[in-house]
């Protein structure tokens, strides 16, 4: 059954932002979606048995869950791990779990960060910010997108100042906004992205 609905849970409001721009242009018509914010991952961990109790309590049989978390400094196995427990033990059916059946609910991790998204599609970052380098997906320690070291963020940051923009620092919430806008799931290079992209298709198709 596809779903009608999806419900997603997000750490922080720049992921909010970037899935409220992105997932128009993505889902069918006549599909709907909310996003859920926390006040960072701790909170949304320290929250989630709660809330998906509430959800497996009076979720219709077309909705599915979608968490997104940063996989930060945390080794992404027993990050995704400790997901699918606090899935489960709340009485959800879990992508990963369900085998033939129908999922309720499926995890995925943003490797290192939202960021990470943003570089795997540099087509639209440029899109947004014009003087930024066109070559960089070919420069070493950026060409796997999920892979560049010391800190996505603080990166795009370096590489947009750098090139005369946000000299007050990043605005991670508008900048998040504008590239889920113009981001093109087909352009992808990064993994977590077409993992996050492909469970969502699969949902609703």
Request: with cysteine.
């Amino acid at each position: 059954m596809a779903a009608s609905h999806l419900e997603f849970l997000v750490e922080e409001p720049s992921m909010e932002a970037f899935l409220r721009a992105l997932l128009p242009r993505l889902l069918p018509q006549g599909r709907t979606f909310a996003v859920h914010p926390f006040q960072g991952k701790s909170d949304l961990l320290a929250k989630l048995e709660a809330r998906l109790r509430a959800y497996a309590s009076w979720l219709p049989p077309d909705w599915r869950l979608v968490v997104v978390v940063d996989r930060d400094d945390d080794d992404c196995h027993a990050l995704k791990q400790q997901l699918e427990a606090i899935a489960t033990g709340s009485g959800m059916r879990t992508r990963s779990s369900a085998g033939n059946d129908t999922w309720q609910l499926v995890n995925r991790v943003a490797i290192e960060e939202l960021e990470a998204w943003f570089f795997g599609d540099w087509d639209a970052v440029r899109q947004i910010y014009p003087r930024a380098p066109a070559n960089l997906p070919s420069r070493q320690g950026f060409r796997d997108p999920d892979a560049i070291a010391g800190g996505t963020w603080e990166a795009l940051e370096r590489l947009l100042q750098r090139h005369g923009y946000m000299p007050g620092g990043l605005r991670k919430i508008d900048t998040a906004r504008a590239i889920g806008a113009v981001l093109d799931p087909l352009r992808s290079k990064s993994a977590s992205f077409r993992a996050f992209h492909q469970a969502v298709m699969e949902a609703v198709v």
